[in-house]
Protein backbone atom coordinates (compact mmCIF):
# COMPACT_ATOMS: atom_id res chain seq x y z
CA UNK A 1 0.00 0.00 0.00
CA UNK A 2 1.93 2.91 -1.54
CA UNK A 3 1.19 6.69 0.04
CA UNK A 4 -1.71 8.22 -2.67
CA UNK A 5 0.05 11.49 -2.66
CA UNK A 6 3.80 9.94 -3.16
CA UNK A 7 2.44 7.90 -5.62
CA UNK A 8 0.41 10.71 -7.47
CA UNK A 9 3.38 12.55 -7.69
CA UNK A 10 5.53 9.68 -8.66
CA UNK A 11 3.29 9.48 -11.61
CA UNK A 12 3.58 12.65 -12.74
CA UNK A 13 6.92 12.86 -12.73
CA UNK A 14 7.32 9.51 -14.74
CA UNK A 15 5.14 11.40 -17.30
CA UNK A 16 7.64 13.95 -17.39
CA UNK A 17 10.96 12.08 -17.07
CA UNK A 18 9.86 9.04 -19.64
CA UNK A 19 12.45 6.05 -17.82
CA UNK A 20 11.68 2.98 -19.35
CA UNK A 21 10.92 1.38 -15.38
CA UNK A 22 10.29 2.68 -11.67
CA UNK A 23 11.98 0.99 -8.83
CA UNK A 24 10.30 1.56 -5.15
CA UNK A 25 13.91 1.26 -3.38
CA UNK A 26 13.08 -0.52 -0.20
CA UNK A 27 16.42 0.33 1.96
CA UNK A 28 17.36 -3.56 2.03
CA UNK A 29 20.76 -5.27 1.76
CA UNK A 30 19.57 -7.11 -0.90
CA UNK A 31 18.70 -4.03 -3.05
CA UNK A 32 22.51 -2.28 -2.42
CA UNK A 33 23.56 -5.61 -3.46
CA UNK A 34 21.48 -5.45 -6.63
CA UNK A 35 22.19 -1.69 -7.38
CA UNK A 36 26.23 -2.36 -6.83
CA UNK A 37 26.43 -5.29 -9.11
CA UNK A 38 24.46 -3.19 -11.66
CA UNK A 39 26.67 -0.03 -11.37
CA UNK A 40 29.70 -2.41 -11.79
CA UNK A 41 27.86 -3.08 -14.91
CA UNK A 42 27.45 0.05 -16.77
CA UNK A 43 30.60 1.07 -15.07
CA UNK A 44 28.92 3.80 -12.69
CA UNK A 45 30.90 2.03 -10.18
CA UNK A 46 34.45 0.03 -9.76
CA UNK A 47 35.14 -2.30 -7.05
CA UNK A 48 38.04 -1.82 -4.98
CA UNK A 49 39.77 -4.73 -3.44
CA UNK A 50 37.22 -6.96 -1.39
CA UNK A 51 40.13 -8.08 0.91
CA UNK A 52 41.66 -4.94 1.83
CA UNK A 53 38.81 -2.64 1.48
CA UNK A 54 35.56 -4.68 2.11
CA UNK A 55 32.46 -3.27 0.25
CA UNK A 56 34.30 0.05 -0.73
CA UNK A 57 33.50 1.23 -4.07
CA UNK A 58 34.55 3.73 -6.84
CA UNK A 59 32.85 6.63 -8.79
CA UNK A 60 34.30 9.29 -11.01
CA UNK A 61 32.22 12.29 -11.88
CA UNK A 62 32.34 13.59 -14.62
CA UNK A 63 35.21 16.31 -15.33
CA UNK A 64 33.24 19.23 -14.81
CA UNK A 65 30.85 18.03 -12.23
CA UNK A 66 33.63 17.78 -9.50
CA UNK A 67 32.08 20.06 -6.51
CA UNK A 68 28.82 22.49 -5.75
CA UNK A 69 27.70 24.93 -8.50
CA UNK A 70 26.56 28.14 -6.56
CA UNK A 71 26.10 29.92 -9.22
CA UNK A 72 23.86 27.26 -10.88
CA UNK A 73 21.70 26.81 -7.96
CA UNK A 74 18.65 28.90 -7.24
CA UNK A 75 15.97 29.68 -4.63
CA UNK A 76 12.77 30.19 -6.77
CA UNK A 77 10.02 32.11 -4.54
CA UNK A 78 7.38 34.29 -6.12
CA UNK A 79 8.80 37.27 -4.86
CA UNK A 80 12.36 37.82 -5.16
CA UNK A 81 12.94 39.98 -2.37
CA UNK A 82 12.37 36.39 -0.19
CA UNK A 83 15.45 34.98 -1.82
CA UNK A 84 17.36 38.09 -1.07
CA UNK A 85 20.80 39.19 -2.01
CA UNK A 86 22.75 36.28 -1.34
CA UNK A 87 20.61 34.10 -3.62
CA UNK A 88 20.24 33.74 -6.72
CA UNK A 89 16.69 33.85 -7.77
CA UNK A 90 14.47 32.58 -10.86
CA UNK A 91 10.73 32.86 -10.77
CA UNK A 92 8.90 29.45 -10.11
CA UNK A 93 6.96 29.65 -13.15
CA UNK A 94 9.87 29.93 -14.78
CA UNK A 95 12.26 27.62 -13.22
CA UNK A 96 9.52 24.77 -13.55
CA UNK A 97 9.23 25.87 -17.09
CA UNK A 98 12.61 25.87 -18.18
CA UNK A 99 13.78 22.45 -16.03
CA UNK A 100 10.60 20.64 -18.01
CA UNK A 101 12.43 21.10 -21.01
CA UNK A 102 15.36 20.22 -19.65
CA UNK A 103 13.63 17.08 -17.41
CA UNK A 104 11.53 16.20 -20.19
CA UNK A 105 12.42 12.63 -21.59
CA UNK A 106 15.77 12.58 -19.82
CA UNK A 107 15.57 9.31 -18.31
CA UNK A 108 14.85 7.31 -21.43
CA UNK A 109 16.61 4.48 -21.74
CA UNK A 110 17.27 4.59 -17.91
CA UNK A 111 15.61 3.44 -14.62
CA UNK A 112 13.92 5.76 -12.47
CA UNK A 113 14.35 5.10 -8.68
CA UNK A 114 11.95 6.44 -5.89
CA UNK A 115 14.31 6.88 -2.58
CA UNK A 116 12.02 7.98 0.42
CA UNK A 117 14.62 9.33 3.59
CA UNK A 118 14.25 10.64 6.50
CA UNK A 119 16.44 13.76 8.26
CA UNK A 120 17.08 12.67 11.83
CA UNK A 121 16.33 9.57 13.68
CA UNK A 122 13.11 7.80 13.04
CA UNK A 123 10.34 8.74 15.46
CA UNK A 124 12.07 12.11 16.29
CA UNK A 125 10.40 15.51 16.59
CA UNK A 126 13.38 16.78 14.92
CA UNK A 127 12.55 14.69 11.39
CA UNK A 128 11.49 15.84 7.79
CA UNK A 129 11.01 13.09 5.04
CA UNK A 130 11.40 13.70 1.68
CA UNK A 131 11.50 11.57 -1.62
CA UNK A 132 13.85 11.25 -4.20
CA UNK A 133 13.75 10.57 -7.46
CA UNK A 134 16.51 9.94 -9.28
CA UNK A 135 18.53 8.26 -12.79
CA UNK A 136 22.12 7.40 -10.68
CA UNK A 137 22.02 4.44 -8.73
CA UNK A 138 25.38 6.29 -7.23
CA UNK A 139 22.71 8.73 -5.72
CA UNK A 140 20.98 5.87 -4.32
CA UNK A 141 23.71 4.07 -2.79
CA UNK A 142 24.87 7.30 -1.26
CA UNK A 143 21.27 8.33 -0.36
CA UNK A 144 21.30 4.84 1.38
CA UNK A 145 24.75 6.08 3.55
CA UNK A 146 23.43 9.47 4.57
CA UNK A 147 19.72 8.94 5.38
CA UNK A 148 17.41 6.60 7.18
CA UNK A 149 16.29 5.61 3.86
CA UNK A 150 13.63 2.80 1.96
CA UNK A 151 10.69 1.11 4.21
CA UNK A 152 11.80 3.08 7.37
CA UNK A 153 10.79 6.09 5.50
CA UNK A 154 7.30 5.11 4.17
CA UNK A 155 6.70 4.03 7.58
CA UNK A 156 7.24 7.15 9.06
CA UNK A 157 5.00 9.20 6.53
CA UNK A 158 2.26 7.37 6.80
CA UNK A 159 -0.70 8.55 4.58
CA UNK A 160 0.32 12.32 5.06
CA UNK A 161 1.57 14.64 2.22
CA UNK A 162 4.15 15.83 4.35
CA UNK A 163 7.25 15.08 2.55
CA UNK A 164 9.84 17.71 0.30
CA UNK A 165 9.51 16.67 -3.60
CA UNK A 166 13.33 15.95 -4.65
CA UNK A 167 13.45 15.04 -8.46
CA UNK A 168 16.79 14.61 -9.73
CA UNK A 169 18.29 12.86 -13.08
CA UNK A 170 21.83 13.71 -14.59
CA UNK A 171 20.18 14.26 -18.04
CA UNK A 172 22.93 14.47 -20.23
CA UNK A 173 25.24 16.48 -17.65
CA UNK A 174 25.73 19.37 -19.88
CA UNK A 175 26.89 22.24 -17.57
CA UNK A 176 24.45 24.72 -19.89
CA UNK A 177 21.66 22.77 -19.00
CA UNK A 178 22.33 22.45 -15.16
CA UNK A 179 20.16 23.42 -12.56
CA UNK A 180 19.84 23.17 -8.98
CA UNK A 181 16.76 24.86 -7.94
CA UNK A 182 14.43 24.82 -4.78
CA UNK A 183 11.02 26.10 -4.60
CA UNK A 184 10.72 26.03 -0.36
CA UNK A 185 6.92 27.34 -0.99
CA UNK A 186 6.01 24.09 -2.44
CA UNK A 187 8.71 22.12 -0.70
CA UNK A 188 10.06 20.87 -3.82
CA UNK A 189 13.68 20.40 -5.10
CA UNK A 190 14.57 20.26 -8.92
CA UNK A 191 18.26 19.61 -9.29
CA UNK A 192 19.52 18.41 -13.41
CA UNK A 193 22.66 17.93 -15.04
CA UNK A 194 25.07 16.73 -12.38
CA UNK A 195 25.75 13.82 -10.79
CA UNK A 196 28.10 15.76 -8.09
CA UNK A 197 27.27 15.14 -4.24
CA UNK A 198 25.89 18.80 -2.79
CA UNK A 199 24.08 18.75 -6.35
CA UNK A 200 22.41 15.53 -6.33
CA UNK A 201 22.11 13.75 -2.57
CA UNK A 202 19.20 16.40 -2.31
CA UNK A 203 18.56 15.55 1.07
CA UNK A 204 21.50 16.98 2.27
CA UNK A 205 22.61 20.83 1.63
CA UNK A 206 19.23 21.06 -0.59
CA UNK A 207 16.79 19.64 1.87
CA UNK A 208 18.53 19.89 5.01
CA UNK A 209 19.85 23.47 5.20
CA UNK A 210 18.52 25.06 2.27
CA UNK A 211 14.92 24.01 2.61
CA UNK A 212 15.15 23.36 5.84
CA UNK A 213 16.26 26.88 7.01
CA UNK A 214 12.78 27.94 5.04
CA UNK A 215 11.05 25.76 7.29
CA UNK A 216 12.87 26.50 10.59
CA UNK A 217 12.18 30.33 10.10
CA UNK A 218 8.60 29.55 9.92
CA UNK A 219 8.73 26.68 12.74
CA UNK A 220 10.82 28.33 15.06
CA UNK A 221 13.50 26.21 14.85
CA UNK A 222 16.98 26.38 12.91
CA UNK A 223 19.44 24.24 10.22
CA UNK A 224 22.91 25.08 9.94
CA UNK A 225 26.11 24.42 8.54
CA UNK A 226 27.64 22.83 11.44
CA UNK A 227 29.81 19.83 13.24
CA UNK A 228 28.29 18.30 16.35
CA UNK A 229 30.36 16.52 19.07
CA UNK A 230 30.52 15.90 22.49
CA UNK A 231 33.58 16.58 25.05
CA UNK A 232 33.80 14.26 27.71
CA UNK A 233 36.03 15.80 30.91
CA UNK A 234 38.28 13.79 32.98
CA UNK A 235 35.16 13.75 36.07
CA UNK A 236 32.79 12.12 33.00
CA UNK A 237 30.57 15.18 32.25
CA UNK A 238 30.03 15.41 28.46
CA UNK A 239 29.69 19.15 27.31
CA UNK A 240 27.99 19.53 24.15
CA UNK A 241 29.12 22.11 21.55
CA UNK A 242 27.84 22.62 17.72
CA UNK A 243 30.34 24.41 15.24
CA UNK A 244 29.91 26.58 11.69
CA UNK A 245 32.77 26.48 9.83
CA UNK A 246 33.07 26.56 6.04
CA UNK A 247 33.40 23.95 3.63
CA UNK A 248 36.87 22.60 3.72
CA UNK A 249 37.87 24.10 7.21
CA UNK A 250 38.23 21.02 9.52
CA UNK A 251 34.73 20.32 10.48
CA UNK A 252 35.02 16.60 10.22
CA UNK A 253 38.56 16.64 11.28
CA UNK A 254 37.50 18.51 14.57
CA UNK A 255 33.84 16.35 15.26
CA UNK A 256 36.99 13.69 14.91
CA UNK A 257 39.48 14.94 17.09
CA UNK A 258 41.70 12.91 19.15
CA UNK A 259 42.96 14.29 22.41
CA UNK A 260 47.03 15.32 22.67
CA UNK A 261 48.69 12.58 25.31
CA UNK A 262 49.26 15.39 27.56
CA UNK A 263 45.37 15.67 27.52
CA UNK A 264 44.44 12.46 29.16
CA UNK A 265 40.83 12.17 30.54
CA UNK A 266 39.77 13.97 27.88
CA UNK A 267 37.28 12.18 25.30
CA UNK A 268 35.61 13.38 22.00
CA UNK A 269 32.21 12.00 21.03
CA UNK A 270 31.08 12.42 17.49
CA UNK A 271 27.46 12.97 16.57
CA UNK A 272 28.50 15.18 13.00
CA UNK A 273 30.06 16.89 10.48
CA UNK A 274 28.62 19.32 8.06
CA UNK A 275 24.44 19.74 9.21
CA UNK A 276 22.64 20.64 12.73
CA UNK A 277 19.04 21.03 13.35
CA UNK A 278 18.24 23.16 16.63
CA UNK A 279 15.51 23.64 18.47
CA UNK A 280 14.73 24.84 21.76
CA UNK A 281 14.19 22.45 24.77
CA UNK A 282 11.21 22.63 27.29
CA UNK A 283 14.29 23.44 29.30
CA UNK A 284 15.21 26.62 27.55
CA UNK A 285 18.17 25.62 25.65
CA UNK A 286 19.29 24.61 22.70
CA UNK A 287 18.91 21.13 21.53
CA UNK A 288 20.75 19.52 18.41
CA UNK A 289 20.65 16.48 16.03
CA UNK A 290 22.48 15.91 13.25
CA UNK A 291 19.65 14.97 10.23
CA UNK A 292 22.56 13.03 8.61
CA UNK A 293 23.48 9.44 9.18
CA UNK A 294 26.72 9.61 7.05
CA UNK A 295 30.02 11.66 6.38
CA UNK A 296 30.22 12.85 3.11
CA UNK A 297 33.95 14.38 3.93
CA UNK A 298 36.64 16.00 1.57
CA UNK A 299 39.03 12.98 1.41
CA UNK A 300 42.60 14.92 0.66
CA UNK A 301 44.92 15.69 3.76
CA UNK A 302 42.91 12.76 5.73
CA UNK A 303 45.61 10.05 6.84
CA UNK A 304 46.37 8.80 9.99
CA UNK A 305 47.74 11.51 11.72
CA UNK A 306 45.28 14.46 10.68
CA UNK A 307 42.14 12.14 11.50
CA UNK A 308 43.14 8.59 12.25
CA UNK A 309 39.14 8.27 13.13
CA UNK A 310 38.44 9.04 9.92
CA UNK A 311 40.79 6.71 8.09
CA UNK A 312 39.31 3.99 10.61
CA UNK A 313 35.55 5.28 9.81
CA UNK A 314 36.21 4.41 5.91
CA UNK A 315 38.35 1.32 6.31
CA UNK A 316 34.81 -0.54 4.67
CA UNK A 317 31.45 0.22 3.72
CA UNK A 318 32.74 3.19 1.69
CA UNK A 319 32.06 5.20 -1.81
CA UNK A 320 35.02 7.11 -3.11
CA UNK A 321 33.92 9.43 -5.32
CA UNK A 322 37.21 11.02 -7.90
CA UNK A 323 40.03 9.64 -5.82
CA UNK A 324 43.12 7.83 -7.52
CA UNK A 325 42.61 4.20 -8.10
CA UNK A 326 46.13 1.78 -6.86
CA UNK A 327 47.52 -1.08 -8.96
CA UNK A 328 45.96 -3.18 -6.38
CA UNK A 329 42.68 -2.09 -6.58
CA UNK A 330 42.53 0.44 -3.09
CA UNK A 331 42.33 4.32 -2.89
CA UNK A 332 45.30 6.80 -2.40
CA UNK A 333 44.68 10.82 -2.83
CA UNK A 334 46.96 13.61 -1.73
CA UNK A 335 47.93 13.60 1.84
CA UNK A 336 47.26 9.82 2.11
CA UNK A 337 50.45 7.73 3.47
CA UNK A 338 52.13 5.15 1.08
CA UNK A 339 52.40 7.55 -2.38
CA UNK A 340 52.04 4.90 -5.05
CA UNK A 341 54.32 5.39 -8.08
CA UNK A 342 51.52 4.91 -10.71
CA UNK A 343 47.74 3.98 -10.69
CA UNK A 344 44.95 5.98 -12.16
CA UNK A 345 43.97 9.30 -11.71
CA UNK A 346 40.36 10.77 -10.99
CA UNK A 347 39.58 11.28 -14.83
CA UNK A 348 40.56 7.71 -15.30
CA UNK A 349 43.67 8.46 -17.25
CA UNK A 350 47.84 6.90 -16.18
CA UNK A 351 49.15 8.49 -13.31
CA UNK A 352 52.73 8.32 -12.01
CA UNK A 353 54.02 10.41 -9.27
CA UNK A 354 56.44 12.73 -11.01
CA UNK A 355 53.99 14.00 -13.01
CA UNK A 356 53.32 17.08 -11.21
CA UNK A 357 49.30 16.36 -11.47
CA UNK A 358 47.05 15.87 -8.85
CA UNK A 359 46.19 11.68 -8.57
CA UNK A 360 42.67 12.39 -6.89
CA UNK A 361 40.76 15.40 -6.94
CA UNK A 362 41.39 18.05 -4.60
CA UNK A 363 37.47 18.12 -3.79
CA UNK A 364 37.40 14.05 -3.74
CA UNK A 365 35.13 12.19 -1.39
CA UNK A 366 34.46 9.65 0.88
CA UNK A 367 30.83 8.24 1.68
CA UNK A 368 30.89 6.66 5.11
CA UNK A 369 28.34 5.73 7.48
CA UNK A 370 28.45 7.48 11.14
CA UNK A 371 27.93 3.83 12.78
CA UNK A 372 31.50 3.18 11.91
CA UNK A 373 33.04 5.75 13.46
CA UNK A 374 35.22 4.45 16.26
CA UNK A 375 33.95 7.98 18.46
CA UNK A 376 30.73 7.61 17.23
CA UNK A 377 28.63 8.88 20.00
CA UNK A 378 25.70 7.14 21.05
CA UNK A 379 23.37 9.91 21.74
CA UNK A 380 23.34 9.92 17.57
CA UNK A 381 20.30 8.42 17.51
CA UNK A 382 18.90 9.90 20.17
CA UNK A 383 15.25 11.55 19.20
CA UNK A 384 15.64 13.91 21.71
CA UNK A 385 19.05 15.43 20.38
CA UNK A 386 21.98 16.77 22.63
CA UNK A 387 21.64 19.97 24.50
CA UNK A 388 24.26 22.66 23.08
CA UNK A 389 26.15 24.79 25.69
CA UNK A 390 28.63 26.47 23.36
CA UNK A 391 28.61 27.40 19.59
CA UNK A 392 31.76 28.10 17.60
CA UNK A 393 32.11 29.87 14.39
CA UNK A 394 35.33 30.34 12.63
CA UNK A 395 37.02 30.87 9.08
CA UNK A 396 40.30 30.63 7.96
CA UNK A 397 41.96 34.31 8.37
CA UNK A 398 45.44 34.56 8.14
CA UNK A 399 45.48 37.99 10.16
CA UNK A 400 43.39 39.57 12.50
CA UNK A 401 41.14 37.02 14.00
CA UNK A 402 42.45 35.48 17.26
CA UNK A 403 42.61 32.05 18.18
CA UNK A 404 39.37 32.15 19.91
CA UNK A 405 37.30 34.89 21.26
CA UNK A 406 34.10 34.58 23.07
CA UNK A 407 31.07 37.24 22.37
CA UNK A 408 29.71 39.46 25.49
CA UNK A 409 26.11 37.97 25.27
CA UNK A 410 23.77 36.34 22.20
CA UNK A 411 22.91 39.37 20.06
CA UNK A 412 26.97 40.27 20.22
CA UNK A 413 27.62 36.59 19.24
CA UNK A 414 24.97 36.66 16.18
CA UNK A 415 27.09 39.82 14.87
CA UNK A 416 29.99 38.26 15.21
CA UNK A 417 28.66 34.80 13.61
CA UNK A 418 27.07 37.21 10.88
CA UNK A 419 30.40 39.04 9.76
CA UNK A 420 32.85 35.96 9.77
CA UNK A 421 35.28 35.86 6.98
CA UNK A 422 37.15 33.12 5.29
CA UNK A 423 40.00 32.88 2.59
CA UNK A 424 38.83 30.36 -0.06
CA UNK A 425 40.18 27.29 0.45
CA UNK A 426 42.99 25.46 -1.90
CA UNK A 427 40.11 23.10 -3.36
CA UNK A 428 38.91 27.08 -4.83
CA UNK A 429 42.16 28.63 -5.60
CA UNK A 430 45.61 28.67 -4.41
CA UNK A 431 46.32 32.67 -5.17
CA UNK A 432 43.84 34.67 -4.22
CA UNK A 433 43.56 35.58 -0.33
CA UNK A 434 41.14 38.00 -0.74
CA UNK A 435 38.24 37.19 1.85
CA UNK A 436 34.94 36.10 1.76
CA UNK A 437 31.89 36.93 4.41
CA UNK A 438 30.55 34.02 4.67
CA UNK A 439 27.74 34.38 7.65
CA UNK A 440 27.19 31.81 10.06
CA UNK A 441 29.10 29.85 7.21
CA UNK A 442 25.96 29.63 5.57
CA UNK A 443 26.31 31.92 2.57
CA UNK A 444 25.52 29.28 0.13
CA UNK A 445 22.88 27.50 2.02
CA UNK A 446 20.29 30.13 3.41
CA UNK A 447 17.48 29.20 1.65
CA UNK A 448 16.04 32.68 2.47
CA UNK A 449 16.84 36.02 2.71
CA UNK A 450 20.08 36.65 4.67
CA UNK A 451 18.44 39.68 6.33
CA UNK A 452 15.40 37.65 7.64
CA UNK A 453 17.52 35.17 8.70
CA UNK A 454 20.15 37.19 10.77
CA UNK A 455 16.35 38.58 12.40
CA UNK A 456 15.37 34.60 13.02
CA UNK A 457 19.02 34.38 14.63
CA UNK A 458 18.62 37.27 17.32
CA UNK A 459 14.46 36.15 17.79
CA UNK A 460 15.66 32.41 19.09
CA UNK A 461 17.63 33.77 21.19
CA UNK A 462 15.19 36.10 22.74
CA UNK A 463 13.01 32.71 23.16
CA UNK A 464 16.05 30.81 24.91
CA UNK A 465 15.89 31.06 28.29
CA UNK A 466 19.77 29.09 28.52
CA UNK A 467 21.43 29.97 25.15
CA UNK A 468 24.64 28.43 24.57
CA UNK A 469 27.51 30.91 24.55
CA UNK A 470 28.94 32.42 21.20
CA UNK A 471 32.59 31.91 20.40
CA UNK A 472 34.51 33.17 17.25
CA UNK A 473 37.53 30.11 16.93
CA UNK A 474 40.77 30.59 14.32
CA UNK A 475 42.99 27.88 13.84
CA UNK A 476 44.46 29.52 10.87
CA UNK A 477 46.45 32.30 11.75
CA UNK A 478 50.03 32.75 10.03
CA UNK A 479 53.50 34.39 11.20
CA UNK A 480 55.65 37.13 9.01
CA UNK A 481 56.70 34.01 7.13
CA UNK A 482 52.90 32.30 6.25
CA UNK A 483 53.66 29.50 8.63
CA UNK A 484 50.59 28.16 10.86
CA UNK A 485 51.21 29.91 14.56
CA UNK A 486 48.32 27.61 15.83
CA UNK A 487 49.51 24.09 15.66
CA UNK A 488 45.64 22.46 14.75
CA UNK A 489 44.26 19.19 14.97
CA UNK A 490 43.87 17.76 17.96
CA UNK A 491 45.75 20.31 20.07
CA UNK A 492 42.51 22.34 19.40
CA UNK A 493 41.35 20.62 22.51
CA UNK A 494 43.22 23.21 24.73
CA UNK A 495 41.34 25.82 22.87
CA UNK A 496 37.79 23.52 23.56
CA UNK A 497 38.75 22.91 27.18
CA UNK A 498 38.93 27.13 27.62
CA UNK A 499 35.48 27.32 25.83
CA UNK A 500 33.58 24.51 27.92
CA UNK A 501 35.12 26.13 31.01
CA UNK A 502 33.69 29.48 30.11
CA UNK A 503 30.19 27.63 28.93
CA UNK A 504 30.26 27.11 32.26
CA UNK A 505 30.59 30.01 33.97
CA UNK A 506 33.89 30.14 34.80
CA UNK A 507 36.53 32.96 34.71
CA UNK A 508 39.80 33.37 33.19
CA UNK A 509 38.88 35.64 30.63
CA UNK A 510 39.97 39.28 29.81
CA UNK A 511 38.16 41.69 28.08
CA UNK A 512 38.88 43.30 24.66
CA UNK A 513 36.74 45.44 22.70
CA UNK A 514 36.12 42.19 19.99
CA UNK A 515 35.15 40.00 23.16
CA UNK A 516 36.41 38.12 25.73
CA UNK A 517 39.80 36.33 25.05
CA UNK A 518 41.75 33.45 27.55
CA UNK A 519 43.51 35.03 30.34
CA UNK A 520 47.22 35.36 30.03
CA UNK A 521 48.79 31.45 30.95
CA UNK A 522 45.54 30.11 31.61
CA UNK A 523 44.91 27.83 28.30
CA UNK A 524 47.00 24.32 28.62
CA UNK A 525 49.98 24.43 26.74
CA UNK A 526 51.30 21.36 28.41
CA UNK A 527 53.32 18.94 25.83
CA UNK A 528 52.67 21.66 22.58
CA UNK A 529 55.21 23.60 21.55
CA UNK A 530 54.05 26.89 20.68
CA UNK A 531 56.52 30.24 21.87
CA UNK A 532 55.20 32.87 24.18
CA UNK A 533 55.44 35.36 21.02
CA UNK A 534 53.17 33.34 18.89
CA UNK A 535 50.91 33.10 21.87
CA UNK A 536 50.95 36.68 22.36
CA UNK A 537 49.94 37.17 18.56
CA UNK A 538 47.22 34.47 19.01
CA UNK A 539 45.44 36.29 21.88
CA UNK A 540 46.22 40.00 20.43
CA UNK A 541 43.57 42.79 19.50
CA UNK A 542 45.09 45.30 17.02
CA UNK A 543 42.91 48.26 17.10
CA UNK A 544 43.85 49.72 13.58
CA UNK A 545 42.74 46.42 12.00
CA UNK A 546 40.01 45.89 13.54
CA UNK A 547 38.51 49.41 12.87
CA UNK A 548 39.44 48.42 9.17
CA UNK A 549 38.04 45.13 9.81
CA UNK A 550 34.67 47.13 10.87
CA UNK A 551 34.63 49.36 8.00
CA UNK A 552 34.79 46.10 5.44
CA UNK A 553 31.68 45.20 7.98
CA UNK A 554 29.93 48.30 6.42
CA UNK A 555 29.71 47.35 3.24
CA UNK A 556 28.71 43.78 3.89
CA UNK A 557 25.86 45.11 5.63
CA UNK A 558 25.00 47.51 2.85
CA UNK A 559 24.85 44.82 0.73
CA UNK A 560 22.37 43.16 2.34
CA UNK A 561 20.01 45.86 2.75
CA UNK A 562 17.02 46.96 4.23
CA UNK A 563 16.51 43.77 6.22
CA UNK A 564 19.50 43.73 8.01
CA UNK A 565 18.17 43.83 11.64
CA UNK A 566 19.50 47.35 13.47
CA UNK A 567 20.74 45.35 15.86
CA UNK A 568 23.12 44.04 13.90
CA UNK A 569 24.15 47.43 13.05
CA UNK A 570 24.30 48.81 16.48
CA UNK A 571 26.72 46.09 17.26
CA UNK A 572 28.92 47.13 14.35
CA UNK A 573 29.00 50.92 15.88
CA UNK A 574 29.36 49.81 19.20
CA UNK A 575 32.12 47.84 18.28
CA UNK A 576 33.97 50.66 16.33
CA UNK A 577 33.36 52.54 19.71
CA UNK A 578 34.76 50.38 21.83
CA UNK A 579 38.24 49.86 19.57
CA UNK A 580 38.41 53.74 19.33
CA UNK A 581 38.17 54.19 23.94
O1 LIG B 1 29.98 19.45 -1.79
S1 LIG B 1 29.02 19.17 -0.74
O2 LIG B 1 28.03 20.21 -0.67
O3 LIG B 1 28.36 17.92 -0.97
C1 LIG B 1 29.85 19.07 0.73
C2 LIG B 1 30.21 20.37 1.32
O4 LIG B 1 30.56 21.33 0.61
O5 LIG B 1 30.17 20.43 2.54
MN1 LIG C 1 29.38 21.38 4.19
Same mark, same amino acid.
Given at each position: ?47 F????LPGC ?88 I ?106 T???M ?37 GFFGVA??TNK??NGNAMRTISKNTIFT?V ?6 TV?W??L ?27 SRFTTPI?QCP ?5 ? !? ?5 ? $?????? *? =?? /? #???? +? ?88 ? !? ?5 ? $?????? *? =?? /? #???? +? ?68
Amino acid at each position: MVNKHVLAWVKEMEGLCKPDRVVWCDGSKEEKERLTKEAFKTGELIEFNQEKLPGCVFHRTAENDVARTEHLTFICTSKKEDAGPTNNWMAPVDAYSKLSGIFDGAMRGRTMYVVPFIMGAPGSHFNKIGVEITDSIYVVLNMRIMTNMGDVAMKALGNTGDFTKCLHSKADLDINRRFICHFPEDNTIWSVGSGYGGNVLLGKKCLALRIASYMGRKEGWMAEHMTLMGIEKPDGEIIYVAGAFPSACGKTNLAMLIPPESMKGYKIWTLGDDIVWLRIGKDGRMWAINPETGFFGVAPGTNKKTNGNAMRTISKNTIFTNVLLKEDRTVWWEGLEDKPEKGIDWKGDQWNSYSGKPGAHPNSRFTTPISQCPTGSPET !NNPEGVP $ISAVLF *G =GR /R #AKLA +PLVYESFNWQHGVFVAATMASEPTAAISDEVHEIRRDPMAMLPFIGYNAGDYFKHWLDMGKKLKNPPKIFHVNWFRTDGEGKFMWPGFGE !NLRVLEW $IIHRAD *G =GD /R #AVKT +PIGYVPARGVLNLDGVNVSAGDMEKLLSVDPKAWIAEAESIKGFFDKIGGKLPKELEDERKALVGRLKE
